[in-house]
């Protein structure tokens, strides 16, 4: 059984565990005030080309999600996000069991626009309903599109123009960054965004992700948010020596292309069958169409989601691939896939 589920079902690239390895006995301040944290931020600063910002390394990406927002809003404040955000469908009420509303709007390719925040925006717009806050974002979005930079910097202006936080869930940034389609850089996010983050567990980290702060006015004592929420690590080295290894190199952007490339090739063998795609996915998240009769054969074999029903006949499912996707495996699929069509 070969999985194309996630693309964290690996568990470390080799050059993060060899550095674990051999600094796993020298000793270090804990808490993330180590000298190998202390090394990513100043690599991160140096990879993004911006000072002035505040850098954080934390576990996961719903428990960045939930102590960055949380923190950054008021009680009565919400969050606007797209219907598919991993915030309103997959973290389990996370940010509203902190007290804030998740305003889910529909959307068509998981992107939000100002022609769809507008309308929330009109429809509170009185104490008597609760107050949107922050925009949030992903990209990829949950189902493998991305923003364009003259997209992103719409929503930037629209945010300031209209006293909106506008923060970016970054868990699969390295696969947008590489996208043939990207145009956009981690200096045009720090730069119109007022917080994002960097997701390394989905690109070779064992766990970790990069929060990144922007807006003066959001970095005060946000080290006591996180220390509240649970999220401050004690072996914060482990984060620091893992978030170095990924950047220093560009180890980060080597890993993110491999799992697109296996996406292409995946992709292009899928189409020459003559199967269509749910949405086009320049990432490495593909939403391929098949017969029902095939996906419970393919299912023997792989293991991937089914994402949504198309008609009685027909679903279309998730392949995602990963730093580690083996080309031969996706040739093995593309093949199977054939003997089953035929």
Same mark, same amino acid.
């Given at each position: 059984?070969y999985s194309f589920k996630n693309d964290y079902s690996e568990g470390v690239h080799p050059n993060i565990l060899k550095t674990l390895v051999e600094t796993n006995l020298i000793q270090q301040a804990?808490?993330?005030?180590?000298?190998?944290?202390?090394?990513? #931020?100043?690599? *991160? !600063?140096?990879?993004?080309?911006?000072?002035?910002?505040?850098?954080? /390394?934390?576990? &996961?990406?719903? $428990?960045?999600?939930?102590?960055?927002?949380? +923190?950054?809003?008021?009680?009565?404040?919400?969050?606007?996000?797209?219907?598919?955000?991993?915030?309103?469908?997959?973290?389990?009420?996370?940010?509203?069991?902190?007290?804030? %509303? =998740?305003? +889910?709007?529909?959307?068509?390719?998981?992107?939000?626009?100002?022609?769809?925040? %507008?309308?929330?925006?009109?429809?509170?717009?009185?104490?008597?309903?609760?107050?949107?806050?922050?925009?949030?974002?992903?990209?990829?979005?949950?189902? &493998?599109?991305?923003? $364009? %930079?003259?997209?992103?910097?719409? @929503?930037? $202006?629209?945010? !300031?123009?209209?006293?909106?936080?506008?923060?970016?869930?970054?868990?699969?940034?390295?696969?947008? /960054?590489?996208?043939?389609e990207n145009d956009l850089t981690l200096l045009d996010f720090a730069t119109l965004l007022d917080s994002f983050y960097i997701g390394g567990t989905k690109h070779g980290a064992l766990f970790g992700?990069?929060?990144?702060?922007?807006?003066? /006015?959001?970095?005060?004592?946000?080290?006591?948010? #996180?220390?509240?929420? &649970?999220?401050?690590?004690? %072996?914060?080295?482990? *984060?620091?020596?893992?978030?170095?290894? /990924?950047?220093?190199?560009?180890?980060?952007?080597? =890993?993110?292309?491999? +799992?697109?490339?296996?996406?292409?090739?995946?992709?292009?063998? #899928?189409?020459?069958?003559?199967f269509n795609f749910l949405i086009n996915s320049p990432t490495n998240q593909l939403f391929p169409i098949l017969p029902n009769k095939i996906i419970e054969k393919l299912e023997q074999d792989y293991?991937?989601?089914?994402?949504?029903?198309?008609?009685?006949?027909?679903?279309?499912?998730?392949? =995602?691939?990963?730093?580690?996707? @083996?080309?031969?495996? =996706?040739?093995?699929? #593309? !093949?199977?896939?054939?003997?089953?069509?035929?």
């Amino acid at each position: 059984m070969y999985s194309f589920k996630n693309d964290y079902s690996e568990g470390v690239h080799p050059n993060i565990l060899k550095t674990l390895v051999e600094t796993n006995l020298i000793q270090q301040a804990g808490y993330g005030e180590d000298e190998f944290t202390n090394e990513a #931020i100043c690599i *991160l !600063k140096n990879k993004i080309n911006k000072e002035d910002i505040d850098i954080h /390394l934390l576990v &996961g990406g719903t $428990q960045t999600n939930l102590i960055a927002i949380s +923190a950054f809003l008021r009680p009565y404040e919400a969050v606007i996000s797209a219907n598919t955000g991993h915030i309103f469908v997959n973290e389990t009420g996370a940010i509203e069991a902190t007290g804030h %509303k =998740v305003i +889910a709007v529909n959307v068509n390719d998981g992107k939000l626009r100002v022609e769809d925040i %507008k309308p929330v925006i009109e429809a509170h717009s009185s104490e008597h309903a609760v107050k949107p806050k922050l925009v949030y974002i992903s990209n990829p979005t949950e189902i &493998g599109t991305i923003y $364009q %930079k003259n997209e992103l910097e719409e @929503l930037s $202006q629209f945010c !300031k123009e209209n006293d909106l936080l506008f923060y970016m869930d970054g868990a699969r940034l390295g696969s947008a /960054l590489v996208a043939k389609e990207n145009d956009l850089t981690l200096l045009d996010f720090a730069t119109l965004l007022d917080s994002f983050y960097i997701g390394g567990t989905k690109h070779g980290a064992l766990f970790g992700e990069a929060l990144i702060i922007s807006n003066n /006015l959001l970095k005060s004592n946000f080290r006591f948010n #996180i220390k509240q929420k &649970g999220g401050l690590l004690a %072996k914060g080295r482990a *984060l620091g020596i893992q978030f170095s290894e /990924l950047f220093k190199n560009d180890l980060y952007l080597e =890993v993110s292309t491999h +799992a697109n490339i296996m996406a292409e090739v995946l992709h292009n063998g #899928i189409k020459e069958l003559g199967f269509n795609f749910l949405i086009n996915s320049p990432t490495n998240q593909l939403f391929p169409i098949l017969p029902n009769k095939i996906i419970e054969k393919l299912e023997q074999d792989y293991s991937f989601y089914r994402w949504t029903k198309v008609d009685e006949n027909n679903s279309a499912i998730r392949l =995602v691939t990963s730093w580690a996707t @083996l080309e031969t495996e =996706v040739t093995k699929f #593309i !093949k199977a896939l054939k003997e089953l069509k035929n």
